[in-house]
C-alpha cells in the first residue's frame, strides 16, 4: 500500500492539507530557482570554459538594474510565504471556543494523558474525528514536544507553564506521537498512538471500565486535604479569596492592575502565591511548590474551573467589580 | 608534455616563514600570524576527526530502525558530543582562524596582525578550552545536545555538563580575541591604495564576521555561565522549580547561536567570492553588492533567534516578527548567489579543484538556503521542527557550504601556506566523491524529516528505514572524501611540486609575495594601484607571457 519511497506522510487533520500545500508551494519556488541556478552556473561552465591559458574574462563589473531586479522578486516570493505561513500559525495558535479539553503529562520518558470524565492513559490517546480538540500540555520534569505528523502538528511541553495545542482529526485511524523535543535518555521511546474513533466508538470506549475519578472530584478532595478550604471559603467570608466565578474572570490586583484568571494564574497562585495578590488580601498563602505533582494542579485547576458557575459573594470574591480599572 | 618542458624550473625560495626558526618553542611562542594559522590549522582537524568520528557512530548506528551499536545513553552521548566538537571546535574557528589568520595581513599588505601576541594567546586560549571540553568527553561525556537546554542540563543530565560548559565559555574568548585583532587590523593597516572597495571580499566576510564574533559571543558566555552555576550551586535561573524560566535560556542561549551560523557560512562566502573571479578571470559581479550583503547578514542574522522557538509557546506576535525577519535575511544570501552565478557569464572558467569545491559550494548552499524557508515559514514549520528536516537543512549549510569554502580555500592557499602543489586529479576526483557522497548523507534526511522522524533518535519506527541507510552509505562515501585531502594535502606540504609565487594566477596581493611567503610577508610595503579582480590591467601576472611563448601556468595537468 505504501510507496517504497514515500514523501508526503498521511494526511489526517484539519491543517494537514494546507500544510502540505504551503510545503509544496515553497518546494516548487526552491525547485524552480535551484534549477535556473544550476542550469545557469553549467551553461555558463561550459560556453565559457577557458579555451587557452591566457584567456581572460570579459570586462563586466555589474548591473544595477538586475541587483534590484534579484533583490526584488526573491522578497515578493518570500512575503507571500510568510503571509500564508502566518496564517496557518494564528489558526493553529488561537483554538476556537468548542473543543474537547484533554490534559497531558510529559515526564522522563513518557506520557500521561486524561479525558475530560477523569479516564487516564498512558502514551496512548483516544479521541474521536471530526471533533476540536485541544491538548493542555505540562511537563514533570524538562522540555518535551508533543508531536503527530499526520496532523502537521506539534508543541513543546514546558515545566513550570501550560501550552496549549489544537487540531481536528479527519480521519478515523491510529496514527505515531512522538517526542520530538530532546529529553534525555529514552528520548526516542517516549511515543505513543494517537486513536481516531469514530464518535460512537469513542463514547462507548470512554464509559468503558477504568475506575479512574474525574479530574474536578480528584481536585475537589485535594482542595479539602490541601486545607484550601480553610480560607477560601466560597462565601468570600475567609481570609483569602472566595474562588467561586473566578475562572475566566478579570481579578483587580493588590498594585491596581487586573488580570484574567486563566489556567496559568491559577498555577502560579498555587506555586508562587506572593507572585500576583488580589486587592484587599494580605500575603498570608504558603507555596505549594513541591508539595503537588503537576497532576495534582492540574486537578485543583479543573476543580477550580468547575466553581466558574457558582454564585460569586457579593463582599470577598477575587472577581473584580465589573466597574473597575480601565486596562 | 612539450610545453611544459618549456617553463622554467621552480624552486622553493631560501628564507621563508616555515624555514626562518626551528624548534618547538619556535612555534609554540610563534607570533607570526602565519605560523599561528598552522597552529590552528593542527588543532581544528584534530577536532574534526573527533567530530567526524562521533558523526560515523551516530550514522552506523541508525542503520537498522533498533540501533544495534550502541546504549541510548551512549548514543545521546555521540550527537552531543559530535556538535560540541564541530560547531564550538571547528566550524567556527576553521576559515576565520585558519585561513583569515594567514590571509588577511597578506590581502591587505601588513606585515602582520594588530595584535600579534594577543593573536598566540587566542590559540592558547582556544586549546584550555578544548582540553576542559575533552576532559568532559572522556570523564562520563555530554548528553545535553550541543543546544545545552534548561532544565535537562542544569537539573537532569548525569553526564559532565560542568566541564563542557566551562571550556565553550573559555573557548569563546579565542573567538572574540580573534575577531577584535581582525577589525583592528583591517581599519588600520591596510597598505597605501588599498582602500574599502579594493579589499577582496574575503576580508569584507571576515569584517562583518568579526562584528557578529565580538558582539555575540559574550553572550553566549554569559549564557553557559548562568548554565554552568544552577547546574554546579543550585542558582535558579532558569530551574522552574526554583521559579527560573528555561525558555529564557533558550532566548540567550539562540541570541548568540543562530548569528554563530553566520560565523560559520559567511567566511565561506568570502571564500567563494575570492575562488569565482579567480577561476573564471573576470572581476566579481556586483561587488558592492556582495558587500553590503555579508553587513546586511551579520545586521539581521542577530534579530531573528527566536525561530528556533516558534512551539515554544512564545507570544504569537513575536514569532510573526521573527518570522518575517527571517524571510528579509535570506534576500541577502540570494544577491550573493545571483551575484556569483553572473561573475561567470563572460568569464574564462577553468575546473582547477577550488573552483570544483566553488560549484560544489554553489548547488550545496543553494539547497541549504532554500530549505530554509520551509523552517523560517511559520505553517511549515509547526511541522518540520525538529525534525531530520532542520538536521539535513543545516547540515546543507554547516557542511555543505562552510566546510565546501574551507576546503575550497585549503586547496586554493596551499601553494601559498607552503610553497607547495597538490596532486590536481586525485584533488578533483576526491572533490567529487565529496560532492556526492554529502548529498547521498544529507539529502535523504529531508524525506525524513518531512515523513515525521524527530531529531536525537536512537531507535525509529521501522518505515523510516530506507531513508536511514541511504543516509548511512552516503556518509561512508563522505568519510573517504575527507580521508583523501587530509592525507595528499599533508603529503604536497612536503613533497609536492613546488608552486612559484601565483601559479594560478590570482590577483590578490598575496600572490604578489613569494609562496611560503617571508615572516614579514613582503618585502617592501605593497602600493595597490588597481581594483580587486581585475585582470586586465594586471601585466605582472605574466598572462601575456603565457599568450606569447605558451608556457602553462606551474599547476597544469599532470
Avoid at chain 2, 558566555?221 to 527560573?244: K, Q, S, V, W
Amino acid at each position: 500500500m505504501q510507496s517504497p519511497l514515500p514523501f508526503f506522510p498521511e494526511q489526517a487533520s484539519n491543517f494537514a492539507g494546507n500544510v502540505d500545500a504551503l510545503f509544496s508551494y515553497i518546494l516548487v519556488t526552491a525547485i524552480f530557482f535551484t534549477v535556473l541556478v544550476s542550469l545557469l552556473a553549467i551553461f555558463a561552465a561550459f560556453r565559457y570554459r577557458r579555451k587557452n591559458a591566457s584567456d581572460i574574462g570579459a570586462e563586466i563589473h555589474g548591473n544595477t538594474a538586475l541587483e534590484i531586479g534579484w533583490t526584488l522578486i526573491p522578497l515578493i516570493l518570500a512575503l507571500g510565504m510568510f503571509a500564508w505561513g502566518a496564517v496557518i500559525y494564528v489558526n493553529y495558535r488561537t483554538a476556537p471556543k468548542d473543543t474537547l479539553d484533554i490534559y497531558v503529562i510529559g515526564k522522563q520518558w513518557m506520557w500521561k494523558l486524561q479525558q475530560p470524565n477523569g479516564r487516564k492513559e498512558i502514551n496512548e490517546l483516544h479521541i474521536p474525528v471530526n471533533r476540536n480538540i485541544k491538548l493542555i500540555l505540562g511537563s514533570e520534569d524538562v522540555i518535551h514536544n508533543f508531536y503527530v505528523p499526520a496532523f502537521r502538528v506539534k508543541m513543546d511541553v514546558v515545566p513550570g507553564r501550560y501550552n496549549t495545542m489544537w487540531f481536528r482529526p479527519t480521519k478515523v485511524g491510529k496514527y505515531h506521537f512522538f517526542c520530538s523535543q530532546y529529553c534525555g535518555t529514552n528520548h526516542a521511546l517516549m511515543g505513543g498512538w494517537v486513536i481516531v474513533q469514530d464518535p460512537a466508538e469513542y463514547a462507548a470506549w470512554l464509559s468503558g471500565e477504568s475506575g479512574d475519578v474525574s479530574p474536578v472530584s480528584a481536585g475537589e478532595k485535594l482542595f479539602t486535604q490541601l486545607a484550601c478550604t480553610t480560607c477560601h471559603v466560597s462565601n468570600g467570608t475567609g481570609r483569602g479569596p472566595s474562588l467561586n466565578g473566578v475562572y475566566g474572570a478579570k481579578v483587580l490586583l493588590a498594585d491596581g492592575s487586573i488580570v484574567t484568571a486563566d489556567e496559568g494564574y491559577i498555577r502560579e497562585s498555587i506555586l508562587q502565591p506572593k507572585a500576583k495578590i488580589v486587592a484587599g488580601y494580605q500575603p498570608v498563602m504558603p507555596t505549594f511548590q513541591g508539595l503537588v505533582t503537576e497532576e495534582q494542579i492540574l486537578n485543583l485547576t479543573a476543580y477550580i474551573k468547575s466553581l466558574q458557575t457558582q454564585p460569586v459573594p457579593a463582599k470577598g470574591a477575587g472577581v473584580a467589580p465589573a466597574t473597575s480599572g480601565k486596562k | 608534455m612539450s610545453t611544459a618542458a618549456a617553463a622554467p624550473v621552480k624552486t622553493m625560495p631560501e628564507h621563508h616563514y616555515l624555514n626562518a626558526t626551528y624548534g618547538i618553542r619556535s612555534w609554540l611562542l610563534t607570533v607570526d600570524h602565519k605560523r599561528i594559522a598552522l597552529l590552528y590549522l593542527a588543532s581544528v582537524t584534530f577536532f574534526f576527526f573527533i567530530g567526524g568520528f562521533f558523526a560515523m557512530m551516530i550514522r552506523l548506528h541508525l542503520l537498522t530502525p533498533s540501533g544495534y551499536l550502541l546504549s541510548a545513553d551512549t548514543y545521546n552521548r555521540m550527537f552531543t558530543m559530535h556538535g560540541v566538537a564541530m560547531i564550538f571546535f571547528f566550524l567556527i574557528p576553521s576559515i576565520p582562524a585558519v585561513l583569515g589568520n594567514f590571509l588577511i595581513p597578506l590581502m591587505i599588505g601588513a606585515k602582520d596582525l594588530a595584535f600579534p601576541k594577543i593573536n598566540l594567546l587566542s590559540w592558547y586560549v582556544y586549546v584550555v578550552g578544548g582540553a576542559f571540553t575533552l576532559y568532559s568527553m572522556v570523564s562520563g561525556g555530554l548528553d545535553t545536545g550541543w543546544t545545552f537546554y534548561t532544565p535537562l542540563s542544569t537539573v537532569y543530565s548525569n553526564s559532565a555538563v560542568a566541564p563542557a560548559v566551562v571550556g565553550i565559555f573559555i573557548t569563546g574568548f579565542s573567538s572574540i580575541l580573534t575577531g577584535l585583532n581582525f577589525l583592528v587590523t583591517i581599519h588600520t593597516m591596510r597598505a597605501p591604495g588599498m582602500t574599502w572597495f579594493r579589499l577582496p571580499m574575503f576580508v569584507w566576510a571576515h569584517y562583518a564576521t568579526s562584528i557578529v564574533m565580538i558582539l555575540g559571543t559574550p553572550v553566549i558566555a554569559i549564557t553557559l555561565a548562568l548554565a554552568g552555576m544552577e547546574r554546579l550551586f543550585g542558582l535558579g535561573f532558569f530551574n522552574p522549580a526554583m521559579g527560573g524560566d528555561p525558555i529564557l535560556f533558550q532566548h540567550l542561549f539562540w541570541f548568540y547561536s543562530h548569528p554563530a551560523v553566520y560565523i560559520m557560512i559567511l567566511p565561506a562566502m568570502g571564500v567563494i567570492s575570492e575562488l569565482i573571479p579567480t577561476f573564471a578571470r573576470k572581476q566579481l559581479f556586483g561587488y558592492h553588492f556582495v558587500a553590503a550583503a555579508s553587513l546586511a547578514i551579520a545586521v539581521i542574522g542577530f534579530l531573528v533567534w527566536t525561530h528556533h522557538m516558534f512551539l515554544t509557546g512564545q507570544s504569537t506576535y513575536a514569532a510573526l516578527v521573527f518570522s518575517f525577519l527571517t524571510f528579509l535575511v535570506a534576500i541577502p544570501s540570494a544577491v550573493k548567489t545571483f551575484n556569483w552565478v553572473a561573475t561567470l557569464y563572460g568569464g574564462s572558467i577553468s575546473f582547477d579543484t577550488p573552483m570544483l569545491y566553488a560549484f560544489g559550494f554553489l548547488g550545496l548552499f543553494l539547497i541549504g538556503g532554500l530549505t530554509g524557508l520551509f523552517l523560517g515559514c511559520l505553517g511549515t514549520d509547526i511541522h518540520i521542527h525538529d525534525t531530520y528536516f532542520v538536521v539535513a537543512h543545516f547540515h546543507y549549510i554547516m557542511v555543505g557550504g562552510a566546510i565546501m569554502g574551507y576546503l575550497g580555500g585549503l586547496h586554493f592557499w596551499w601553494p601559498k601556506m607552503t610553497g607547495r602543489m597538490y596532486p590536481e586529479w586525485l584533488a578533483r576526483i576526491s572533490a567529487l566523491i565529496l560532492f556526492v557522497g554529502f548529498n547521498l548523507t544529507f539529502f535523504p534526511q529531508f524525506l525524513l524529516g518531512y515523513l515525521g522522524m524527530p531529531r536525537r533518535y536512537h531507535v525509529y519506527p521501522p518505515e523510516f528505514q530506507v531513508y536511514n541507510v541511504m543516509s548511512t552509505a552516503g556518509a561512508s562515501i563522505l568519510a573517504i572524501g575527507y580521508l583523501l585531502p587530509m592525507i595528499y594535502l599533508t603529503w604536497a606540504a612536503f613533497c609536492g611540486k613546488v608552486a612559484g609565487d601565483n601559479p594560478w594566477p590570482a590577483t590578490g596581493l598575496e600572490w604578489k609575495t613569494q609562496s611560503p611567503p617571508l615572516t614579514e610577508n613582503f618585502e617592501v610595503t605593497p602600493v595597490v594601484t588597481w581594483e580587486p579582480y581585475d585582470f586586465h590591467n594586471r601585466p605582472d601576472l605574466g598572462l601575456d607571457a603565457v599568450a606569447a611563448n605558451g608556457v602553462v601556468p606551474a599547476h597544469g595537468d599532470d
